[in-house]
């Protein structure tokens, strides 16, 4: 498929120079860098991963009850 994208000039200039080097079209080393992010994207876990609070009729559980926020945000953080 054919399509067109805009590209800075700097990152043109080097992809150029690159593909010149390594002796391949800027087709084949877009082509390869796209793949690269893409696989790397889908494979790289969510950086957050909230750990649930569970608040009880009277407020916050004994867990937390005492802590302050510091002990709140340490837990949610560390899940």
Do not use: H
Not at 31 to 38: C, H, I, N, P, T
Not at 43 to 52: G, H, I, L, R, T
């Amino acid at each position: 498929m054919k399509t067109t994208i805009e590209i800075a000039d700097g990152i043109l200039e080097q992809a150029q120079g690159l593909a010149r080097r390594e002796e391949t079209t800027l087709r084949s080393l877009v082509e390869q860098s796209l793949r690269l992010v893409l696989k790397e994207k889908q494979s790289k876990p969510s950086e957050w991963k909230w750990k649930p609070l569970v608040v009880e009729e009277d407020g916050l559980t004994a867990e937390f009850r005492d802590g302050g926020w510091d002990r709140i945000r340490a837990c949610a953080l560390d899940g």
